[in-house]
């Protein structure tokens, strides 16, 4: 496995590979791996002749108030699991390589960017969009891998590959979760013991809206309603948002039909804010 | 020659070639096609094994105000230019097909698209950007020629190429010009008698700000009023803008200093609106 902190070297590596017709997955991250993360490399790792990660905390993608500087970097623990999950390159480049002085470029998903965490994180997208278009230039990869998890991330880029001709096929992976059924993520260490309890709140709050849906319940603002209600009932859990959604265009819709929709929330517990999401098909 | 139409198709092509190793050469067009781009196909026929020009009226740079209707077309003749000048694939692409449905994706050079010409059509870079970036996901050329003569989209095609990481290399060409200085441009058929006659005042306020900077004069106000003066005797002439400024960031300098500096201007007659610009280098 190689570590490379230059972009023009990783792509000229990477050219010559792809030259010799071998297929190359590409991995973002932050790093702070975790299984979510590794179910990802794996599927890259079984689908492809060449993996590339990449560990870069993007300055871009957090807002002013935001957790950038404290987010959580394990960089030893990460490059053993890449290593170990048979990872060929990973990428670690600096912020200064990704954005020196004068950068100026800044690519928008319109729309879609400024719906659901695009309320709260106004400016987050614009980052995420623009440091993906910088990877999959560097990278120039086959296949793309995506949790499930960020639903709004992933939309959001398939959008942009389409929208700007990016040669990649972008394969969304399932959200993996812990036993209780929280949502893997790096931001999971932040919670004290009562928040880590709490948080399943998140996973219940779907499973509700699944159940109530399955026996027939199609008016999203009561959908809405009854996990207000159950959030309500913790103490340290405060909604950013609780929104149905329509899957391609993430505009709330007041009637589930039988296109299915995106059930997705974020909740803030002190000031580690969690996002999950569950899709509805074949209603 | 092949004339590609489908995006995809043409990836598919070109990409073939470029695992051969073969050097691709990119020049990319609104048509109407004269001297000035076939100085720059020719340019990209010496220097590389497979040329793809594209003609490609982009809507998205134009204004609500602007001539995208009107704007030249000349297809058959343009072909035939490209097919003498032995390129390899002219791409042709209808405006569905680059802007689709739900289209959404725009790439922004802050800063620098919004001085000069950017003053006047808000947006055109923003549409000059987006569909750099989608030709140079779809044709991935090694090399990528522009003109002198549009020497503010030059700038920022090369920022948003560095900035991007584009494994590509921005090659700039001189102004192509009539014999008496008119900078080449599909605008131009647009003048009548004397507006045509009229136009030259662009060179020779170039000229006159040259001579006086060789002779000694660094007051950039000073060089503007006298183009002022020039251009005022111009019945049909009104300036958009006359500027000096860095060449880099594009800012407006009030002292012409050792590193030279780049003089533009914009001048209407009637509707038509033409451009020029002068490199002063080494004062």
Redesign the interface.
């Known amino acids: 496995m190689k570590v490379i902190r230059d972009?023009?070297k990783l792509?000229r590596l990477l050219?010559r590979l792809?030259?010799s017709?071998k297929s190359m997955g590409f991995v973002p991250t932050l790093g702070a791996l975790h299984l979510g993360h590794l179910s990802l490399i794996k599927q890259a790792v079984k689908d492809n002749k060449v993996v590339v990660v990449s560990i870069f905390v993007n300055p871009a993608q957090f807002g002013k108030s935001e957790d950038l500087k404290k987010y959580p970097r394990f960089l030893k623990k990460d490059l053993e699991l890449c290593r170990k999950c048979q990872v060929d390159f990973v990428f670690l480049p600096s912020d200064l390589i990704m954005y020196p002085q004068?950068?100026?470029?800044?690519?928008?998903?319109?729309?879609?960017s400024s719906r659901l965490c695009g309320v709260t994180r106004p400016g987050h997208f614009l980052g995420v969009?623009?440091v993906v278009?910088?990877l999959l230039?560097?990278v120039k990869p086959d296949n793309l891998y995506l949790g499930q998890k960020d639903v709004q991330q992933s939309i959001i880029i398939k959008?942009?590959v389409e929208?700007?001709?990016?040669?990649v096929k972008v394969k969304v992976m399932p959200t993996v979760r812990e036993d209780d059924g929280l949502a893997l993520s790096s931001r999971n260490i932040y919670l004290n013991k009562q928040q880590r309890k709490e948080a399943t709140v998140l996973f219940k709050s779907l499973w509700l809206a699944k159940s109530l849906i399955q026996h027939g319940q199609r008016d999203a603002q009561r959908i809405i309603s009854r996990i207000k209600q159950l959030i309500g009932h913790k103490k340290q859990a405060k909604i950013d948002y609780i929104a149905i959604v329509n899957l391609?265009s993430l505009e709330n819709i007041k009637k589930i039909n039988q296109q299915g929709c995106l059930i997705a929330l974020a909740v803030k517990f002190g000031k580690t804010r969690l996002i999950d999401n569950f899709l509805i098909n074949n209603v």
């Open positions: 972009p023009e792509n050219k792809s030259r017709g004068g950068y100026s470029t800044f690519v928008d998903v319109k729309g879609l969009a623009t278009v910088k230039n560097i959008r942009l929208d700007l001709n990016f040669p391609k």
